[in-house]
């Protein structure tokens, strides 16, 4: 399974973004679909999360701004990113999980700056 992640680049303050993962599996087939994010010197952290069963959730510095979703024509799913901030500067990575086995794809990288 490969996953490829895409989108990142350079925004000003208040602007949006969308990164996309594009899977070269069934997006049926995962159990969990994520966005994990790391910022320079710091761990790697969820952002968002969505269950096979429906279940979202969102880390508490992003909600009500980033929205995650899929396609499922496309076997695609995405992170939209509202009114960034520029402590959302990060190497943003893409995650899909079945059973016990973890996917990542390569990272993409956002900055918010003026």
């Known amino acids: 399974v490969q996953l490829q992640a895409s989108g990142g680049g350079l925004v000003q303050p208040g602007g949006s973004l969308r990164l996309s993962c594009a899977t070269s599996?069934?997006?049926?087939?995962?159990?969990?679909v994520a966005w994990y994010r790391q910022a320079p010197g710091k761990q790697r952290e969820l952002v968002a999360q969505?269950?096979?069963?429906?279940?979202?959730r969102y880390a508490d510095s992003v909600k009500d701004r980033f929205t995650i979703s899929r396609d499922i024509a496309k076997n695609t799913f995405y992170l939209y990113m509202n009114n960034l901030k520029p402590e959302d500067t990060a190497v943003y990575y893409c995650?899909?999980?079945?059973?016990?086995?973890?996917?990542w794809g390569q990272g993409t990288l956002v900055t918010v700056s003026s």
């Open positions: 599996a069934n997006i049926f087939s995962f159990n969990v």
């Open positions: 995650q899909a999980g079945v059973v016990a086995q973890n996917y």
């Open positions: 969505r269950l096979s069963s429906g279940t979202i």
